[in-house]
């Protein structure tokens, strides 16, 4: 069990999604008050759904980008801390909608930003993301200069360009930036490719699976894992802006992905390459070095990926007759 933290009243945005869900779980698991915000454009209600009977927990239904409300939200409740999660990241969708992304992700974070520190909050977290930095084989590390090359790394690079002109204006405040890697595990909301293979796996376990590359690397990092650091690292935090990787340090292509899931699950898992899931633009890695994280919590994501399949495929009684689907 986590250890019980001081009481402390805490936003979540983008909390009917897959990390926020998590990331409400474990702040209610360690006695904390949450407020939780979500369009539900992409996020699931049952989500939500599962909190609303503890005490602890609120849930109000509102768009990032309606500062109004927004602020008036916020205001009443009063937040310590807030954690900024909401946000267009599925990224075909963000290349496909560049104006929504802009919107979103930019407007929406700058509103946010605002409405937290005319509430009250004293200490802010932003989920970034590893797609700032540019192609590299190397573990890419915080003091690079960024060079995003897709319309989601870009807006969100921009993200925390706001946040730094912000710590400029409130020196007393805590600021994180938090550069996630791939996520997975259970409760995915968005198709990335570990859940495109479980769902495809549901509709009919015998057939091909038709994915995009697999020969790309990628630091694939247990959500479970990363929603506690994020608490840790908000908590651990001091006066200005620390930006910090999120991920385990260690990377796997999904040829291994889908040996272990053929060795975890008996399915044969026969590959069709599908000419529209293969994308034009590719980086051949993505690795976080995670030495500045661990310093900060003293700990960081495992990097056991039998593990963590293990449990995704458990959570969703995933077995090789009989494909049973992603369960609330």
Same mark, same amino acid.
């Given at each position: 069990m986590s250890p019980q933290i001081e009481a402390l009243r805490w936003v979540v945005t983008g909390a009917a999604g897959f990390l926020g869900s998590q990331l409400v779980d474990e702040l209610l698991l360690r006695g904390q008050m949450v407020l939780a915000l979500d369009n539900l454009?992409?996020?699931?209600?049952?989500n939500i759904q599962r909190h609303s009977r503890q005490s602890l927990y609120r849930f109000a239904q509102i768009d990032i980008r309606d500062f109004g409300n927004l602020t008036a939200v916020l205001s009443d409740f009063g937040p310590d801390c807030v954690a900024h999660l909401a946000?267009?990241?599925?990224?075909?969708?963000?290349?496909?909608?560049?104006?929504?992304?802009?919107?979103?992700?930019?407007l929406g974070t700058q509103a946010v930003l605002t409405a937290a520190l005319v509430a009250g909050a004293t200490r802010i977290w932003f989920a970034s993301t590893g797609d700032?930095?540019?192609?590299?084989?190397?573990?890419?590390?915080?003091?690079?200069?960024?060079r995003p090359f897709n319309i989601y790394g +870009?807006?969100?690079?921009?993200?925390?360009?706001?946040?730094? *002109?912000?710590?400029?204006? /409130?020196?007393?405040?805590?600021?994180v930036i938090g550069r996630l890697f791939n996520l997975y595990g259970p409760g995915e909301t968005n198709p990335h490719l570990i859940p495109e293979i479980m769902r495809q796996l549901a509709e009919k376990a015998d057939a091909p699976l038709?994915?995009?590359?697999?020969w790309p690397r990628r630091d694939l990092t247990p959500v479970r894992d990363?929603?506690?650091?994020?608490?840790?690292?908000?908590?651990?935090?001091?006066?200005?802006?620390t930006i910090a990787n999120v991920g385990t340090g260690h990377t796997h292509s999904i040829d291994e992905v889908l040996g272990i899931l053929r060795k975890l699950t008996g399915a044969e898992l026969r590959v069709e390459i599908d000419p529209l899931k293969v994308r034009s633009?590719?980086?051949?890695? +993505?690795?976080?070095?995670?030495?500045?994280l661990?310093?900060? *919590?003293?700990?960081?994501? /495992?990097?056991?990926?039998?593990?963590?399949?293990?449990?995704l495929v458990a959570s969703i009684s995933l077995r090789y007759d009989a494909v049973l689907g992603d369960k609330p």
């Open positions: 454009e992409w996020g699931r209600v049952e946000a267009l990241h599925y990224i075909p969708a963000a290349m496909a909608d560049p104006v929504s992304t802009v919107a979103i992700n930019v700032v930095y540019g192609p590299s084989e190397e573990a890419h590390l915080e003091t690079e200069i960024p +870009l807006t969100k690079l921009q993200s925390e360009q706001l946040i730094e *002109i912000a710590a400029q204006s /409130h020196p007393e405040c805590n600021f038709r994915l995009g590359n697999l990363a929603a506690r650091a994020i608490v840790e690292m908000l908590l651990r935090s001091r006066p200005g802006v633009v590719e980086r051949s890695c +993505l690795q976080a070095n995670i030495d500045r661990s310093k900060m *919590i003293g700990w960081g994501p /495992h990097s056991d990926l039998t593990r963590g399949l293990s449990e």
